[in-house]
């Protein structure tokens, strides 16, 4: 990033996956760039956003809409979603 755009990198945000934590860790270190780690909210929210994605597609699919209707799809798909009982609810 630092060759494309001609400016140093001071602060790495990243996932809080322990695999790779260190690694990323030890390279702020060497180079003096910040590191940061987000909290485990960040990927509940990409599943969320994954599985409401495959619900619009499936209706998408299943009723044999073009690529138009995305926004209406999304809409709906979390409509469903929300009305559904959790185990958390």
Known sequence: ?????????????IDNVEKYKNQFL????????????TNGIYGLA?????FL???ARC???????DKSFWAEAIVYAS?????????AI
Do not use: A
């Open 1 to 13: 990033m630092e060759k494309q755009t001609g400016r140093k990198i001071k602060e790495l945000q």
């Open 26 to 37: 030890q390279f702020g270190q060497n180079n003096g760039i910040g590191t940061h780690f």
């Open 46 to 50: 990409k599943k969320i956003n994954r």
């Open 53 to 55: 994605l495959e619900k």
């Open 59 to 65: 209706l998408l699919s299943n009723v044999r809409l």
């Open 79 to 87: 409509y469903l979603i929300n009305g559904l009982s959790s185990i």
